[in-house]
């Protein structure tokens, strides 16, 4: 459509949170991006960051809504692996030196497979300093720096240089083909040269490529949230849980939305019934998808309208729990008015009373539109099959207690064990102010904190022989507070001409 003259100002937002990240609360997720390395976890704390480093929204992937959807309400970390398909290759070009006879010195590879990296380059340019060089990573379109190198002198200090960098943020990685000798004939020769033949394969991704995604988010990254957003196969649940599992996390499993509850039902148990991965209790299924708003533009013309959006339930999910965890323990559940939505505006399924029921038995959490119009989370079971473990607000406080006592743990690796008990007696205050903490908090179980944990480091668990093995142990007994997740209100009418009970 044609613009009338004027003056067209569009603003994307780029939302974030001032929040530190609450150790519990950060999202693990996988999927299709336009750009940006593969095999690593992509920290993302806006949407800024991911324009920045997984380049524009794609029509081929949901991620970028996702991410949306979760920092709009309340997210505050994430990590990202993106996925390609199997035949999609990364842009590359190989430099040569400044030899009469030119030899390869360094190759420059984007750092993912695709296309955007075809719109990277690399300039060589004289350095400050005498026999030296510098490499500038460079965008086409637009034209701009992505970064500069120091003084470099070998083509060896190109590659340490490339390593000391994050490949999400250079965009590159460089190897060195050459000589490692400071003579200026083998470093590159100026000039800037483009990186060529970078290539997709969005259409093809297989459930091994989700699968293998999953490994770029090691266990030093911590706990949290583990998703495949809009991934709905029952070998990605799988994957996702047996991820969860491996990492002390919990798996936010995306339903193949459906207004039929037989149908969700069915995904619950077939899930359960692979095992869910080894332990199903780490893993939890929501329904339906979420409508949330859409990408405004400023252009005056009916071209301008945004049409809403829709997102896998993982994302405000993910949002709630992380939003909660920045006040309370994990044990406080991210549901009803705590797992409220200020972003979404609608659900794409709606389900009667009595299939919410089914659902809930088979262990899928609905998110509802509530009588006030706000989009809530209305349920919190995990995929359990172990009724110890139903409520989902019990299976991410194992989570916290887990992280918490390693902690605890760790600071009294390699210290000796001594034989006046001094060490045992460390162990056991530790653990038990890190319990007393959860009673006052309510989310261990007792009317006192003796009724709701006791610690154990005496000669029952720490024996002579234990002792001579070096080891340091602790029993701890904890009465996990369930939720209320059906309040019952019986009302009984009586005249005006009778007497009250009581009275």
Wanted: charged share 10%; glycine share 10%; aromatic share 8%.
């Amino acid at each position: 459509m044609a613009q009338a003259p004027g003056v067209y100002t569009s603003i994307v937002a780029a939302p974030s949170s001032s929040n530190s990240s609450p150790p519990t609360g950060t999202w693990f997720v996988t999927g299709q991006t336009q750009a940006g390395p593969t095999g690593v976890a992509v920290p993302i704390t806006s949407m800024g960051d991911y324009l920045a480093y997984l380049g524009a929204r794609v029509s081929y992937g949901i991620l970028y809504d996702s991410l949306d959807e979760f920092f709009h309400d309340g997210g505050v970390l994430a990590y990202v692996s993106r996925i390609t398909g199997p035949a999609a290759v990364s842009a590359a070009v190989t430099l040569v030196d400044q030899a009469g006879s030119p030899l390869s010195t360094l190759s420059v590879t984007a750092g993912g497979a695709g296309t955007w990296g075809n719109n990277l380059s690399v300039t060589i340019a004289t350095g400050s300093v005498s026999n030296s060089y510098t490499i500038a990573v460079k965008t086409i379109s637009p034209a701009a720096t992505i970064i500069t190198s120091p003084n470099l002198l070998t083509p060896a200090d190109a590659v340490t240089w490339a390593k000391s960098l994050n490949v999400w943020q250079s965009g590159v990685v460089i190897a060195n083909l050459g000589s490692a000798t400071a003579a200026p004939t083998n470093n590159p020769a100026n000039g800037s040269f483009p990186l060529v033949s970078g290539a997709d394969d969005n259409a093809n991704t297989t459930e091994a490529e989700w699968t293998a995604a999953l490994t770029s988010f090691s266990g030093h990254y911590g706990s949290g949230q583990v998703s495949a957003p809009g991934h709905t196969t029952e070998a990605g649940y799988v994957a996702l849980n047996t991820h969860a599992i491996a990492f002390n996390r919990v798996s936010l499993l995306d339903v193949a939305d459906s207004p039929t509850a037989a149908t969700l039902a069915t995904q619950a148990s077939t899930f359960q019934t692979a095992g869910g991965g080894g332990d199903a209790s780490y893993g939890a299924l929501f329904a339906p998808w979420v409508v949330i708003p859409g990408i405004p533009t400023a252009l005056p013309s009916s071209s301008s309208f945004a049409p809403a959006r829709v997102v896998p339930p993982s994302a405000l999910v993910a949002a709630a729990m992380a939003k909660s965890d920045l006040t309370n323990d994990t044990n406080t559940p991210a549901a009803g008015p705590n797992g409220a939505s200020s972003y979404a505006i609608g659900v794409t399924n709606s389900y009667t009373s009595a299939d919410r029921g089914t659902l809930n038995a088979a262990g899928v959490n609905v998110i509802r539109t509530m009588p006030n119009g706000v989009i809530e989370l209305y349920g919190y079971r995990s995929l359990a099959l172990d009724p110890a473990w139903v409520f989902l607000n019990n299976v991410r406080f194992r989570m916290q207690v887990i992280n918490e006592f390693d902690v605890i743990g760790e600071a009294l690796v390699f210290q000796e064990i001594d034989g006046r008990g001094h060490l045992f007696a460390r162990f056991n205050t530790a653990l038990s102010g890190k319990c007393q903490q959860y009673w006052l908090d309510n989310s261990i179980y007792g009317a006192t904190a003796a009724e709701a944990f006791s610690v154990n480091t005496g000669p029952g668990v720490n024996t002579p022989a234990t002792i001579a093995a070096g080891q340091l142990g602790a029993q701890v007994s904890l009465r996990m507070s369930p939720a209320a997740e059906v309040v019952t209100i019986s009302v009984v009418k009586y005249s005006v001409a009778q007497t009250l009970p009581g009275q």
